[in-house]
C-alpha cells in the first residue's frame, strides 16, 4: 500500500521508535494520528513533522478500554501501527498483580482491540494495513522478562493468524520485529551497554522496516545485524537449549543490567 | 520431580484434557487439588480417583483476579498443571471486548498471575514446578484462531523465559504441547473432525506428557504424531510460507467448522 495521503494511527509516538516512525511516515507523505501519553509531547511532534494534516490523540493504553477509546476517536483509520510498549523487565514476583495487567494490556491486549476496532471499516473498504511493532523478543526467551517474551511471542502469533483471515480480504497484517535499538527505544533507553559482539540498529533503520511492511506488505521485517537475526532463528527452532544458554551467567548479567534502568517504567 | 506425594494445583480439571490429566497424576499418587467452574463435576471427579487427599477448589479464572485468588485459596503447592483454556476460534470481529478479555485472561494471564505468586513460594522452599499446557497453536498460526494464537503463543514465551529465572532456584517450568486430541478437549468438543491425513493424539497421551514433564523437567512435550510436530516446526520456522498456505481454502473450511463447533465457549 501507498502511504502517500493514508491516514495512519501510531501509538507509543513520543518513545523513541515512535518519534523515527513518524518521521519516516511524514516523509512519505501520510497524514497521522500520534498517540501516546504525554499531550504535550504529541502536540509539539504533530508541529513539527513535516507535512500537513497531522493531530495528536492522548491516551493511556495501560487503562482498560483505552484502545477501543482511542479507535473510535481517531475516526477512519487506513494504517495502524501498533508500536507502544512497556519493558516489563525482572522477575515476575517483582511485580504486583496490577502491574502485570497493566504490561499485558499495553503490548498485547491494546494491539489486539485496536485491531478488532479498526478491522471492520478496512473490511468494507476493502484496503488497509495493520503493523504489529514486536520484538526479537517474540522470537528468543531470555532471563527476566517472562513478561516481555509473552506479550511479544503473543503478538507474533496474533499477527501471524490475523494475517491468515485478512490477507484474502485485502487488508495487509505485518510484523515489524526489532533487536537491539541504539540511540532511543526501551533498550537504549535503560542506559544498558548492549551484549558485545551482537552489534545493534538504529531508530531510522525500524522506521525504514515499517515503511517497507506497509509499501510491500510484508509478513515480517525483523530490524537486526544478522547475528542476531541468526541466534532469533536459533532459539525460536531449539529452544530447549537457548533457555539454557541464556540461563548462564552472562545471560543473566546482560539482562540484570537492562532490568534496572527500566524499574520506573513498571 | 517426583510426583508421588506432591500436591498438585490443575486448572481445567473437569475438561477433557483436565480429566485425563488429574486420572494420570492421581495414578503416579500425586494429591490433587482440582480446580474449574463447576464446583459439583470436581467434587465427584475428586471422589472418584485414585488415591486420597484431593479436593475440590472451585474459580471462574475469566474473572479479574481470580488466578491470584485460587492460588491462595490452595494453600501449599509442590506442582502447578495451568490447563485450563478457552478456545478464542473465530475472526476478532464477532468477539465483543468481553468475551475477547475472557480469553486472554483464561488462556495468558491467569497462568501468569498464578505463576507470579506461585514463583516465590516454590523459590524459597527450593523445589517445586510449573507445567503450562500450550498448544501447537502456539507455534503455528492458522485461520480463525487470531486470538488463541496470542495466547498459545504468548504462553510459550513466558514458560521459557521464566525457566530460565527459575532453572537455578530448583524450579522446574515446562511445556506440554498437544496437537489435534481425539476423543476429548476443545477440539473433539467442537464436533469438527481433525483435518485429514494429519493425525490425531488422545486425551491419556496429554495425561502421560505431563507426568513426563514434571518427573523429567523437560522443557517441552509436544503431544502429536510426528507430520503434526514437522508441520507445526515448519510453521515456526517459516511463518512467511505457512501464513499463506494456511490462507487458503483448505485450511479456512477446516477452521470455520471448529469455530462453528466452539460458538457456546466465547
Do not use: W
Not at chain 1, 494490556?105 to 482491540?113: C, G, Q, S, T
Not at chain 2, 510453521?235 to 494456511?246: G, H, I
Amino acid at each position: 500500500m501507498e502511504l502517500a495521503g493514508k491516514t495512519v494511527l501510531l501509538t507509543g509516538a513520543t518513545g523513541g521508535l515512535g518519534r523515527a516512525i513518524a518521521r519516516a511516515l511524514a516523509a512519505r507523505g501520510a497524514k497521522l494520528i500520534l498517540s501516546g501519553r504525554q499531550a504535550e509531547a504529541l502536540e509539539a511532534l504533530a508541529a513539527e513533522l513535516p507535512g500537513a494534516g497531522h493531530r495528536a490523540l492522548a491516551a493511556d493504553l495501560g487503562e482498560p478500554g483505552a484502545a477501543e477509546k482511542l479507535a473510535a476517536e481517531a475516526g477512519e483509520v487506513e494504517v495502524l501501527i501498533a508500536n507502544a510498549g512497556l519493558p516489563a523487565s525482572g522477575r515476575l514476583p517483582e511485580y504486583s498483580s496490577e502491574q502485570l495487567a497493566k504490561a499485558l494490556r499495553v503490548n498485547l491486549e491494546a494491539p489486539i482491540f485496536l485491531a478488532r476496532a479498526l478491522e471492520p471499516r478496512m473490511i468494507e473498504r476493502g484496503q488497509g494495513q495493520m503493523v504489529f511493532v514486536a520484538s526479537l523478543s517474540g522470537k528468543s526467551a531470555t532471563p527476566l522478562s517472562s513478561i516481555y517474551n509473552a506479550t511479544k511471542f503473543g503478538l507474533r502469533g496474533f499477527a501471524l493468524g490475523l494475517r491468515t483471515d485478512l490477507g484474502p480480504l485485502g487488508i495487509g497484517v505485518s510484523l515489524v520485529s526489532p533487536g537491539t535499538i541504539r540511540e532511543a527505544g526501551m533498550y537504549a533507553d535503560s542506559g544498558a551497554k548492549p551484549i558485545p559482539g551482537l552489534g545493534t540498529s538504529s531508530p531510522q533503520q525500524v522506521a525504514g522496516a515499517v515503511v517497507k511492511a506497509i509499501e510491500q506488505n510484508k509478513v515480517e521485517v525483523a530490524v537486526a545485524p544478522l547475528r542476531q537475526r541468526v541466534l532469533a532463528h536459533f532459539a525460536l527452532s531449539t529452544p530447549g537449549i537457548s533457555v539454557k544458554v541464556a540461563s548462564g551467567g552472562a545471560g543473566q548479567k546482560a539482562a540484570a543490567s537492562v532490568v534496572e534502568g527500566q524499574l520506573h517504567k513498571r | 520431580m517426583e510426583v508421588a506425594g506432591k500436591t498438585t494445583l490443575l486448572t481445567g480439571a473437569t475438561g477433557g484434557l483436565g480429566r485425563a490429566i488429574a486420572a494420570a497424576l492421581a495414578a503416579r499418587g500425586a494429591k490433587l487439588i482440582l480446580s474449574g467452574r463447576q464446583a459439583e463435576a470436581l467434587e465427584a471427579l475428586a471422589a472418584e480417583l485414585p488415591g486420597a487427599g484431593h479436593r475440590a477448589l472451585a474459580a471462574d479464572l475469566a474473572e479479574e483476579g481470580a488466578g491470584a485468588k485460587l492460588v491462595a485459596d490452595a494453600g501449599e503447592v509442590d506442582v502447578l498443571v495451568a490447563n485450563a483454556g478457552l478456545p478464542g476460534s473465530g475472526r476478532i470481529d464477532e468477539y465483543d471486548a468481553e468475551q475477547m478479555a475472557r480469553v486472554l485472561r483464561v488462556n495468558l494471564e491467569a497462568p501468569m498471575q498464578m505463576a507470579r505468586v506461585l514463583e516465590g513460594q516454590m523459590a524459597a522452599r527450593g523445589r517445586g514446578h510449573m507445567v503450562f499446557i500450550a498448544s501447537l497453536a502456539g507455534k503455528s498460526a492458522t485461520p480463525l484462531a487470531s486470538i488463541y494464537a496470542a495466547t498459545k503463543f504468548g504462553l510459550r514465551g513466558f514458560a521459557l523465559s521464566l525457566r530460565a529465572d527459575l532453572s537455578s532456584q530448583g524450579v522446574g517450568v515446562s511445556l506440554v504441547t498437544p496437537g489435534f486430541i481425539r476423543g476429548a478437549g476443545l477440539l473433539a468438543d467442537s464436533g469438527a473432525g481433525a483435518p485429514p491425513g494429519l493425525g490425531t493424539a488422545s486425551p491419556a497421551q496429554v495425561g502421560a506428557a505431563v507426568v513426563e514433564a514434571i518427573e523429567k523437567d523437560k522443557v517441552e512435550v509436544v503431544v502429536a504424531p510426528l507430520h503434526q510436530r514437522a508441520l507445526g516446526h515448519f510453521a515456526l520456522c517459516a511463518p512467511s510460507l505457512n501464513v499463506r498456505t494456511a490462507s487458503g481454502g483448505l485450511a479456512k473450511k477446516s477452521a470455520a467448522a471448529v469455530a462453528a463447533g466452539q460458538l457456546d465457549k466465547r
